[in-house]
Structure formats: structure tokens, C-alpha cells
């Protein structure tokens, strides 16, 4: 069974620094492009980044490039998303999810974590 | 503002069918193709179709997408009061660095 479990979620106070991670099994993971997606409070989906499978590609939304960084340690099975510069925009759910195939710039995420909340806040 | 542009809401009553739209530009649905999520809230999403008219396996055959120039469409047919979700378009933007969208999202309500 396809499992992914986000953690590291908290509050922190603007400017401030956090590193999410997602905890992958049930599959191939290194086979497989991963995608962080969030959603603010009361808010839409939001595609943050994306990265292939081998972690050489990866892909930032205009609102997070300088920002955040995704990688992927794929001996761990573990995704990761390393944000610094945090604002209160920030604030969401963020949510990891497996992309259908190898290709990164491809949005067609098939399994999908629950999510870790975020909080910027002073 | 999202780039790509669903309504708001949609409505329909058990059986009827519905379609959702999703309306882009030559730099993300004229070049690229169109996914569509289903998000129950308080849920994580769930692919319905990706690749324009792609069902994931356990997707029922009573959701079915296509796409056309820049304009993407996701139909339910047999509608069922737990069809009553929010529904998100996505696709890949080719502008400047290249970046993923989603659809600002409709809301469908079974009456």
C-alpha cells in the first residue's frame, strides 16, 4: 500500500526557517517524480514544487523560488522541502504527492499525503 | 487570480450531468495537458483524470475529461450527492522557468 506521511509542520515566526519531510513506502520511490502541493485556509490547491526521480530536476513555483528548496534523499525514501524567508502567505497545509511517472513537469499526482500544517505567525 | 479559470460553483441534481470548465492560454492548456482533481474538504485531493481523458484505476466511468485548444472540460454523468466536492483543474505552464497551475477550483453541490 502506497503510504506517504508528511511531518515538520509548526509555527514560526516570520523570517523564520523550517524543513518539512515526507516519509514514502508501499512503492518504488525512486522511480517516481514528488510534488509538494498547499493549500491556505479556506483557500485552493497551490502547486509549490516538484522534483524527478533522480532529484537532478527541480521545479519551484514563482511565489517560492529563492526561498524554498526541494530535494530528496531516496536511500531514506524521504522527500523533503526546506523553507527559509517564511512569510504569513505562507501559512497552509502542505501536502507531498507521488507524480504518475518519472516526469516532473507533469501535475497528475495518483497518491497524496494528509499534509502538515504550517503556521507563520509572530 | 489563478491562470487557469474555473467557475466558481456549479450545481446539479442525483443523475443529472454536469460539466466544469477550465479555461487557459497557449503557454499551459494550448501546449500542455489538462488533470483534474476531486477534493471531499477536509480530505487530501484525488486524481480524477489526468493526461486530458486519463482515468486512474478505481476512477468510475462516470467522470470523463477532454481538452480543446485552451479549454479543458471535466464531465460527471449519473450524478451522486458524494460527488458534491470541490474540483480542481491543473496543467504545466511553460512560461519563463516553467511551473505548475491549478484552477482556482469549482464547487459542485448536488441539490
Known amino acids: 500500500e502506497v503510504q506517504l506521511l508528511e511531518s515538520g509542520g509548526g509555527l514560526v515566526q516570520p523570517g523564520g526557517s523550517l524543513r518539512l519531510s515526507c516519509a514514502a513506502s508501499?512503492?518504488?520511490?525512486?522511480?517516481?517524480?514528488m510534488t509538494w502541493v498547499r493549500q491556505a485556509p479556506g483557500k485552493g490547491l497551490e502547486w509549490v514544487s516538484a522534483?524527478?526521480?533522480?532529484?537532478?530536476?527541480?521545479y519551484y513555483a514563482d511565489s517560492v523560488r529563492g526561498r524554498f528548496t526541494i530535494s530528496r534523499d531516496n536511500s531514506k525514501n524521504t522527500l523533503y522541502l526546506r523553507m527559509s524567508s517564511l512569510r504569513a502567505e505562507d501559512t497552509a497545509l502542505y501536502y507531498c504527492?507521488?507524480?504518475?511517472?518519472?516526469?516532473?513537469?507533469?501535475?497528475?499526482?495518483?497518491?497524496w499525503g494528509q499534509g502538515t500544517l504550517v503556521t507563520i505567525s509572530s | 487570480q489563478s491562470v487557469l479559470t474555473q467557475p466558481p460553483s456549479a450545481s446539479g441534481t442525483p443523475g443529472q450531468r454536469v460539466t466544469i470548465s477550465c479555461s487557459g492560454s497557449s503557454s499551459n492548456l494550448g501546449s500542455n495537458t489538462v488533470n483534474w482533481y476531486q477534493q471531499v474538504p477536509g480530505t487530501a485531493p484525488r486524481l480524477l483524470i489526468s493526461s486530458n481523458d486519463q482515468r486512474p484505476s478505481g476512477v468510475p466511468d462516470r467522470f470523463s475529461g477532454s481538452k480543446s485548444g485552451t479549454s479543458g472540460s471535466l464531465a460527471i454523468s449519473g450524478l451522486r450527492s458524494e460527488d458534491e466536492a470541490d474540483y480542481y483543474c491543473?496543467?504545466?505552464?511553460?512560461?519563463?522557468?516553467?511551473?505548475?497551475?491549478f484552477g482556482g477550483g469549482t464547487h459542485l453541490t448536488v441539490l
Open positions: 504527492a507521488r507524480g504518475l511517472d518519472i516526469v516532473a513537469t507533469r501535475p497528475s499526482c495518483d497518491y
Open positions: 522534483i524527478d526521480p533522480s532529484g537532478g530536476g527541480t
Open positions: 508501499g512503492f518504488s520511490f525512486s522511480s517516481y517524480a
Open positions: 491543473a496543467s504545466w505552464d511553460d512560461s519563463l522557468n516553467g511551473f505548475a497551475v
